[in-house]
């Protein structure tokens, strides 16, 4: 059986957590194929900083959806 995992990242405003956390889920055993972090609209430097891993997958909300 050849089982796919995807991690999806909420983030708003996570300028203190977002990085922390990604690394975190890279360093586990278990494999994991894809990260996705979703930005509802943060006004702080998690845009930044997201930008910094180039191998996830990011989505950006034009506006805070909550």
Do not use: C, H, R, W
Request: charged share 30%; hydrophobic share 35%.
């Amino acid at each position: 059986m050849n089982n796919k995992v995807s991690i999806y990242i909420p983030a708003f405003n996570a300028e203190k957590t977002i990085e922390k956390s990604i690394t975190s889920i890279k360093e586990q055993s278990i494999n994991v194929n894809e990260i996705i972090v979703i930005d509802d609209n943060s006004n702080d430097n998690t845009k930044e900083i997201i930008k910094k891993f180039t191998d996830i997958k990011k989505i950006s909300n034009k506006y805070n959806m909550g």
